[in-house]
């Protein structure tokens, strides 16, 4: 028997999904494809239907380390039917799904449900914050759809990225937009930007610290380095004072004591001013470092 040939793609294109923001790369060999085309690709999670918004480009010209997927086929007339009217059978299982989740008493919030487009699956995407036992749920649902059920849960930042949303700063949530993958964000980014700690004003929809906090965060670092802390002693002109505040984009420091302000440039403390270093406090009963002498 002589072996099947592999097919050589020679193009790749980008494609959107309906109610996502992400563009996914997926190879074809079919030089009629344009802008705006809708195309039935292959994906890791079945036959979905998607939006071409790039020209064709040489696969040559495709750098990321990630397997492309096939382009199956422009979308047909009957593939559009079939996806709206997956639209609406997604809702009625979603409905399905959530009175079962009240039946069996799971601690799980039902966020979405989606078809693949040949209704072989059902994605049904939750929310929880600990892990649920969804054994019963899953029986009770292939039973009643009769095609693979699969159940992914989320987090809190997760559920924002889907949801979307405007932010404080009047533009869509960065989650939802434009980011692909969450950041660690910590507290000390806020404090290296020297922002009030109010965990509301610092938190975003997901009730999470906001991404936009790691942004600008390895500049902020750079310019504090080396600048005395908040409440911290410096003496200045034979005088003592305490810093009261730092602005590192304008750098200047205020300085007060009970006499008077002063503001200072950054350089201008440096070169004039001693700044005390604040006592550390060791722990009763802790190692002083002496072992390691």
Do not use: W
């Amino acid at each position: 028997m002589s072996e099947v040939e592999t097919p050589v793609y020679r193009y790749f294109v980008s494609i959107k999904f309906k109610g996502g923001n992400k563009a996914y790369s997926f190879k074809t060999d079919d030089e009629t494809i344009e802008y705006g085309d809708y195309l039935v690709v292959e994906t890791s999670q079945g036959v979905e239907l998607g939006e071409c918004i790039s020209p064709l480009r040489d696969i040559s010209l495709y750098t990321s380390e990630n397997e492309l997927k096939p382009v199956l086929r422009k979308a047909l007339e009957s593939d559009h039917k079939d996806f709206e009217d997956n639209i609406l059978k997604a809702k009625e299982a979603m409905k399905y799904c959530e009175e079962k989740i009240a039946e069996l008493n799971l601690n799980m919030q039902l966020i979405s449900a989606d078809y693949t487009l040949d209704k072989s699956k059902i994605l049904f995407v939750y929310l929880a914050d600990e892990r649920v036992d969804f054994r019963e749920l899953l029986k009770v649902l292939a039973s009643e759809f009769k095609c693979r059920i699969e159940l992914k849960q989320i987090g809190a930042r997760d559920r924002a990225k889907v949801v979307g949303g405007i932010g404080v700063c009047g533009r869509e949530c960065c989650c939802s937009s434009f980011k692909e993958n969450f950041d660690i964000i910590s507290i000390n980014m806020a404090k290296n930007q020297l922002l009030a700690l109010n965990i509301p004003k610092l938190s975003g929809q997901c009730g999470k610290l906001k991404c936009c906090l790691k942004f600008e965060d390895d500049e902020y670092q750079e310019m504090v380095d080396g600048l005395p802390k908040l409440s911290s002693k410096v003496d200045y002109n034979g005088k003592s004072y305490s810093v009261m505040s730092i602005n590192p984009i304008k750098e200047i420091i205020r300085i007060q004591n009970y006499d008077e302000v002063l503001d200072l440039t950054i350089s201008e403390l440096k070169e004039k001013a001693t700044i005390h270093k604040p006592i550390v406090m060791k722990k009763k009963g802790g190692c002083n470092g002496c072992c390691k002498k």
